[in-house]
C-alpha cells in the first residue's frame, strides 16, 4: 500500500480525507473529459475542507491518492482494466495497473482508517430472470465506511437491490428526502425509512453505531442529483434500449453498459452531463461528513 504524500500527511494529522473511486475515471467517462472531471472532483473536495484520495492500482501496487501523472495515466492508458475487492490479490500477483470499483475503493480505503468515500452510483441487482448482481452489494455488508452515492442506475433492478440492501443490514439514508433516488431520477419510486438533513446527524448516526456495536457494514447515503433526466425520456430510452439489447443479445452483465452507452448517444451527452453533477455534488457532500467526523 503506498500513500501520495498529501493522504499520507492527513492521515497521521488525523484530518478529514474523501475516498473517490477510478473506475469512473478510466471507464466511466470519455478521454478527454474523465481526466478533466477528476481534476475538478479533487479540487472540489479540497475546497470542502477534506483531502481527496483517488485509490487505484498502478503495476500491482495499491495508491491511496494518486500524483497527477498517475492520474493521467489512469485515465488514458487503455490498458488499465476494471478491479473489484475479489481481483485484487490476483492483479498484485501479476503487476496490473486497474482502477478500482466501489467495492474495491471500498475495502481499501476502510482498511486505512478512511471512513468516507463519494461514488457516483451504486451496483446492484440487474434487470432480469437471471441472478445478476454487483459486488457492491455484499462487499458494503462488511466494510465499516460512509459512502455517499446517488442512489443506483435506473436501469437496475431498484426494487430487488433495497431489497438486499436490507438483508445485508445496510442502512440507507435519503440526504433531504425520504425517496430513493435512482441516479438520473431524483425518484426511484421507492420510499427510504431513514432522512437525515446535515452532516452533523450524519456524523451523530456513525458514532452511535459504533456504541451499539453495529459498525461492521457500510452507511449509504443516498443524495438525488439537483437537475434530472427528464422522466418521461428516461423511461422512453429505458424502453427502447431493453429493446435494443433484446435484439443485438445482449444478456447478463453486459446489459448495463450497453444500456449506459445507449443512454448517452440517444440523449445526446444529456446523460453524460447528469454524471458529471452527480459526482461532483457527492464529493461535496462527502467532504463535508468529513469534516463533521
Known amino acids: 500500500m503506498k500513500y ?17 473511486e477510478s473506475t469512473i475515471l478510466s471507464h466511466g467517462l470519455p478521454r478527454p ?3 478533466e472531471v ?3 472532483v479533487e479540487k472540489i473536495v479540497r475546497d470542502n475542507g477534506a483531502t481527496p484520495a483517488t485509490i487505484a492500482m498502478i503495476h500491482g501496487e495499491i495508491y491511496v ?12 492508458d487503455t490498458s488499465v482494466i476494471k478491479t473489484s475487492t475479489r481481483d485484487l490479490a490476483i492483479l498484485a500477483a501479476t503487476k496490473k495497473s486497474a482502477a478500482t470499483t466501489v467495492a474495491a475503493t471500498a475495502h481499501i480505503a476502510a482498511k486505512v482508517g478512511i471512513s468516507v468515500f463519494a461514488t457516483g452510483g451504486l451496483g446492484g441487482v440487474h434487470i432480469g430472470d437471471g441472478f445478476d448482481e454487483s459486488a457492491d452489494l455484499h462487499s458494503l455488508s462488511m466494510t465499516p465506511i460512509i459512502i455517499v452515492c446517488a442512489g443506483v442506475k435506473s436501469i437496475l433492478n431498484v426494487s430487488a ?8 443490514s445496510v442502512p440507507v439514508l435519503g440526504y433531504k428526502t425520504n425517496r430513493f433516488p435512482g441516479f438520473f431520477l431524483t425518484d426511484s419510486g421507492y420510499n427510504l425509512e431513514y432522512r437525515v438533513g446535515s452532516p452533523k446527524e450524519i456524523s451523530d448516526i456513525w458514532y452511535q453505531r459504533k456504541n451499539v456495536h453495529t459498525i461492521a457494514s457500510a452507511v449509504v447515503i443516498a443524495n438525488p442529483v439537483m437537475n434530472q433526466l427528464d422522466p418521461a425520456l428516461h423511461d422512453k430510452l429505458l424502453t427502447k434500449g431493453m429493446q435494443a439489447a433484446g435484439k443485438q443479445k445482449i444478456s447478463g452483465k453486459e446489459v448495463t453498459p450497453f444500456l449506459l452507452e445507449y443512454f448517452h448517444r440517444v440523449s445526446e ?4 452531463d447528469i454524471n458529471i ?3 461532483k455534488a457527492n464529493s461535496k457532500l462527502a ?4 469534516k463533521a467526523l
Open 4 to 20: 501520495s504524500n498529501e493522504v499520507e500527511a492527513a492521515l497521521k494529522a488525523k484530518r478529514p480525507i474523501v475516498a473517490l
Open 33 to 35: 473529459r474523465n481526466l
Open 38 to 40: 477528476a481534476i475538478e
Open 65 to 76: 491518492g494518486l500524483k497527477p501523472d498517475q492520474l493521467d495515466q489512469i485515465a488514458n
Open 161 to 168: 437491490t433495497l431489497e438486499r440492501l436490507e438483508t445485508l
Open 269 to 272: 451527452g444529456r446523460t453524460l
Open 277 to 279: 453533477e452527480i459526482i
Open 287 to 290: 467532504a463535508e461528513i468529513a
